[in-house]
């Protein structure tokens, strides 16, 4: 196996380190599924800021249900279903167990290649990865970091990706530093402990070691890659076939809370306050407010185009750092028809 592709398991459970208080991110049990012609639709998701819409999607079309503000048509419910990492969330669709979940971009991609009936419907934001490393540390530039324990969610995860361009950009390659796959929320906590020398990640879990003083962004994407793709809604084909109508509202709602969640500071507000309930992310409030204001656009949620160009350039990536084996066509893993017919839907939080 080449050094590269080195990647070795890393298990830390410390999160009493975190003094923001960052919650735990267990899985919960996915409710048992209706029919696929059914009005009703469970949605797995992580507690990341990057997938903020769904929760926001979530509880604005309960709200409309609920005060008749859907005019006309069937009413569509969404449930959130909370999931720890991204092994837990695939199986989960692969199996048929949830019919819908955000999802790597570059891992629908390799499961669609292996025969999975899944098909991206909707981006669910832009941006929103750091490198972080410790506040007292004298890393500056990435080469100085050769040699190093760097932390990364997983060989699929875009945050990947990331590292490698920011890498690259300094004249390495990741056989320059040795790279360990851990979850999320224990990466902080490795950084505080001196476990590892950095880690790349999606929000909430740069911003929680900022907040608590010993961490810094060494890079972002909101600076680097600024048409960076990560989570997209992702679903399974058979519900596409057998009841289009809820697909599309589900479309319509996602897209509909990006746009309200780059509307400005008080819909932002709204957000955290419905992301940090124990219904869904179930985590500091601080934390994901942290997230929001520090700067503003350290994630974006308004345009949530889905653009082939973009998904190619990912998947080029991809294949260079060898995580998905060979090219896989666009119309094969992509249903760009939803995000098409959008029909717009009012945000009343």
Not at 5 to 12: F, I, K, V
Not at 302 to 321: C, P, Q, V
Request: net charge positive.
């Amino acid at each position: 196996m080449p050094q590269e592709n080195r990647l070795t398991s890393h298990a830390l459970r410390r999160r009493q380190l975190l003094g923001a208080g960052l919650a735990s991110a267990l899985p919960l049990a996915a409710p048992q599924l209706a029919s696929a012609a059914s009005k009703s639709i469970v949605v797995g998701g992580l507690p990341v800021t990057c997938n903020l819409t769904l929760p926001i999607a979530c509880v604005a079309n309960a709200t409309n249900n609920t005060s008749g503000g859907k005019a006309g048509g069937p009413l569509f419910e969404f449930e959130y279903s909370k999931y720890s990492g991204w092994p837990e969330i695939k199986e989960s669709l692969m199996t048929g167990r949830i019919q819908a979940a955000y999802m790597l971009a570059p891992l629908v991609m390799d499961l669609v290649d292996k025969k999975i009936p899944l098909k991206i419907v909707s981006l669910g934001h832009r941006s929103g990865a750091v490198i972080m490393v410790r506040t007292d540390s004298a890393h500056k530039r990435f080469s100085d970091l050769k040699g190093k324990r760097i932390a990364i969610p997983s060989r699929f995860a875009v945050d990947f990706l990331f590292l490698r361009k920011m890498l690259a950009r300094d004249g390495m390659t990741p056989k320059d530093i040795e790279i360990v796959e851990m979850a999320p929320p224990d990466m902080p906590a490795a950084l505080y402990a001196k476990a590892v020398d950095a880690y790349c990640t999606g929000e909430p879990f740069g911003a929680a070691a900022q907040r608590a003083g010993y961490a810094r962004p060494l890079a972002m994407t909101r600076d680097e890659w600024r048409n960076y793709i990560c989570c997209v809604l992702t679903v399974r084909e058979e519900l596409i076939k057998e009841n289009r109508p809820l697909v599309q509202e589900l479309v319509n709602y996602v897209q509909a809370a990006g746009t309200w969640l780059d509307t400005g500071p008080v819909s932002r507000n709204k957000a955290v306050a419905i992301a940090a309930g124990r219904k869904f992310f179930n985590q500091d409030p601080n934390i994901i407010r942290f997230v929001m204001e520090n700067p503003a656009d350290r994630v974006t949620y308004g345009d949530l185009r889905m653009i082939k160009a973009e998904f190619d350039d990912l998947m080029k990536l991809s294949l260079e750092a060898s995580t998905i084996k060979r090219p896989i066509a666009y119309e094969s893993y992509v249903d760009e028809s939803f995000v098409k017919n959008i029909k717009p839907v009012v945000i009343t939080l």
